[in-house]
């Protein structure tokens, strides 16, 4: 998969190599600049995988400060996003759920998300691969912070 951020539109471009080529990924990406009113963090993510900022533990326990959002077919946002797509006369799978598991069709696959860097294939049918984009103020205060990128290998085991 071949993806570039294009800086103009504000979107990434994404593509797997081929027309009926099933083959994509999730990203996580996190830019940490200098800025001028303090340090900042690009965090961009696009998946099932997640950026997340911590504070450091006190008494034992940590606090995240900023987390990114899964783009799975459970979640609301993306379900919205897919079922306004219909109505616009778009053919895009509807969420659905068996045994609590969350997945979408893709011509003969089930995939587990709703956004990927992804080819034609799955681009028509309503994987997306519009990345959620935040910038978030470092304080010098919270010295210590911790970046942490993963994907859900990680994270649908880990709370």
């Avoid at 995988?49 to 034992?60: F, H, I, M, N």
């Avoid at 006369?89 to 992804?118: I, M, N």
Wanted: glycine share 12%.
């Amino acid at each position: 998969c071949i993806a570039e951020y294009d800086a103009v539109e504000g979107i990434l471009l994404a593509d797997a190599g081929g027309e009926g080529l099933v083959a994509g990924t999730t990203a996580a990406v996190c830019a940490l600049s200098p800025g001028a009113g303090g340090r900042e963090a690009a965090v961009f993510n696009c998946g099932d995988s997640r950026v997340v900022l911590a504070a450091p533990p006190r008494e034992g326990e940590g606090a995240v400060r900023f987390a990114t959002r899964d783009h799975s077919p459970s979640c609301e946002t993306e379900q919205a996003r897919i079922q306004e797509a219909r109505a616009s006369g778009l053919d895009y799978s509807v969420p659905q759920c068996s045994l609590s598991r969350w997945w979408v069709k893709v011509g003969d696959y089930r995939y587990a998300l709703c956004r990927s860097l992804e080819g034609p294939l799955a681009t028509e049918c309503g994987i997306v691969s519009d990345a959620d984009y935040s910038v978030v103020r470092l304080s010098p205060e919270r010295e210590g912070e911790v970046v942490v990128l993963g994907s859900d290998g990680i994270f649908e085991v880990m709370d």
